[in-house]
């Protein structure tokens, strides 16, 4: 694992595994080492309360380890597998702008997948669900756990291809349609990929 900081101050790591699901998929690519997925995400809580529970029930994490605050949930050992609640006790809320992530999202199949999650959230923990957010790529609906981050249920698609070919991703910057008038402003502050 390599630890480091971004530009925005956010912490990151780069972590290697060893049942990578995706490497058949690169073994003639550049480098050999590819970055295929999100690993897990730490959040900060200032107490363990429900949304243990709830990832457990309606999300399908289940426990891993308690140890010196941390309580370790993973649902799958793939990208985006597990989490990490670290109790820190009273702290300031986060806010918006560089270095801050404004959501954690989770899978969902479908919209009948995303659904029955809805549907446990509301008749299980009376949460309150934000209407369908439609994003171009995804479908998504939001609640606020009740350690106070944001969450989301995401659809797998439509996914990238409704905007171009598979094979051609990421070689141009797409933007959904929303977003299209900003197009410069958005060209202007975005690092350069190479």
């Known amino acids: 694992m390599l630890c480091f900081v971004d530009p925005d101050g956010t912490s990151l790591a780069l972590v290697e595994t060893l049942d990578d699901p995706l490497s058949e998929l690169y073994q003639d690519g550049p480098t050999g080492c590819p970055l295929d997925g999100l690993h897990h995400v730490t959040l900060n809580v200032r107490e363990e309360d429900v949304t243990i529970d709830i990832l457990q029930t309606v ?5 891993v380890s308690r140890k010196d605050g941390s309580i370790r949930l993973a649902a799958h050992g793939g990208p985006g597998g597990a989490i990490t609640l670290r109790v820190i006790g009273k702290s300031s809320r986060g806010r918006l702008g560089g270095g801050t992530i404004r959501h954690v ?12 999650m809805v549907e446990k959230l509301r008749s299980e923990y009376g949460m309150a669900v934000s209407d ?7 479908s998504a609906v ?39 008038d900003r197009r410069p402003e958005l060209q202007a502050i975005l690092p350069p990929l190479s």
């Open 132 to 138: 369908p957010i439609e994003r171009t790529y995804l």
């Open 59 to 63: 999300f399908d994490f289940g426990l």
């Open 142 to 180: 939001g609640f606020r756990a009740p350690c106070g981050v944001l969450f989301e249920i995401a659809t797998d698609g439509p996914g990238f291809a409704v905007d171009e070919a598979p094979e051609r991703l990421g070689e141009h910057l797409k933007l959904p349609a929303f977003l299209e």
């Open 105 to 116: 999202a989770f899978r969902s199949r479908d919209i009948d997948d995303r659904s029955e």
